[in-house]
């Protein structure tokens, strides 16, 4: 056995193999990135049709102590190798509770829905309804503007438990999104059977806005379904004003994307809020 681990060994590409090392640092890293806090949140704003600041989506990013900020393309793969998923989105839940209860003596901001994305291994935890109500109670947060975005995926392992999930979160007064909806297989087949309030049109839809039919027909097809269903639907990725003019021909009311802002850490978030609603 001995001799075949080697010959193994023996064929591995050199690359390939800093690569390995080069995961294997960033696992040992994330351990400690989460108990030292080097995981930062930034917030990027939702507008609706007027346009309306109505929330904000939280994405982590990693101020890694020796290289440069890291997004989370570049380290959610590692998290999830090394089993730390659930860890990193209980760190980025608690830390949006906390930043929810110190915006709420900001006129702007108090009433800030906030949204956090989670992914199913901490959605499918035993404890996790009661790890959240602790949260919510240790930070003083307000459920009601705690939204939390699931994927479709992750909604399909499991429905019948993610069902029970968020009716038990819901009577707590959280919201929940589909985030990237339209890119699964099956997105009719839980409409219905689960307790949602918004659909998230997905980016790769939006992108080829205002000259794609197939991309369009798409997008009218949510809007009429996620409209007449009483959700609200909301585009991500918006970056042009023609793509948020034909969005909002087709039904969609709600946006987010560089054209309407950046995701800024809080600090700066609170600044260009303040400078856009005093222009
Ligand atoms: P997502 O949930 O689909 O988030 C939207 C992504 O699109 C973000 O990338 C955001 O920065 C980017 N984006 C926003 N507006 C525009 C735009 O106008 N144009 C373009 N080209 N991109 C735009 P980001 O921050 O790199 O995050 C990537 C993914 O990582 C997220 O995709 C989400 O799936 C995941 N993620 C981020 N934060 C967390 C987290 O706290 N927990 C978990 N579980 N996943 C997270
Ligand atoms: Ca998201
Ligand atoms: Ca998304
Ligand atoms: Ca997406």
Redesign the pocket.
């Known amino acids: 056995a001995k001799q075949a681990g080697k010959n193994r060994l023996r064929f591995f590409d050199p690359q390939m193999q800093d690569l390995l090392n080069q995961r294997l640092g960033l696992e040992e890293d994330l351990r400690i990135a989460l108990e030292e806090q080097q995981l930062v949140l930034?917030f990027?704003p939702q507008y609706d049709h007027q346009p309306k600041l109505i929330g904000a989506?939280?994405?982590?990013r990693w101020q890694h102590p020796t290289r440069s900020l890291l997004?989370?393309?570049e380290f959610?793969d590692s998290a999830r190798r090394a089993g730390l998923?659930p860890a990193?989105?209980r760190y980025?839940l608690q830390h949006a509770c906390c930043q929810l209860a110190r915006w709420v003596d900001q006129t702007e901001l108090a009433s800030l829905v906030v949204a956090?994305?989670?992914?199913a291994s901490l959605l499918y935890q035993p404890d996790f309804v009661e790890y959240l109500t602790q949260i919510l109670q240790q930070t003083g947060a307000n459920p009601h503007q705690l939204k939390l975005?699931l994927t479709e995926s992750l909604l399909l392992d499991d429905m019948p438990l993610a069902a029970q999930r968020m009716d038990e979160l819901r009577v707590l007064g959280i919201r929940f999104s589909i985030?990237?909806f339209g890119t699964g297989y099956s997105s009719m087949l839980y409409l219905h059977r689960l307790p949602l309030d918004q659909l998230k049109i997905?980016?790769t839809f939006v992108?080829s806005l205002p000259n794609d039919d197939n991309s369009l027909a798409i997008i009218r097809a949510i809007c009429a379904l996620g409209n007449s269903l009483g959700l609200e639907v909301l585009a991500?990725?918006?970056?042009k004003p023609e793509q948020r003019q034909t969005l909002t021909e087709a039904g969609c009311q709600n946006f987010?994307?560089?054209?309407f802002g950046y995701?800024l850490p809080a600090d700066r978030f609170e600044q260009q809020l303040i400078q856009t609603q005093t222009a």
């Open positions: 930034y990027q989506e939280v994405l982590v997004l989370p393309g959610m998923t990193l989105d980025v956090v994305n989670i992914s975005e985030d990237d997905d980016r992108q991500e990725g918006v970056e987010q994307g560089y054209l995701p």
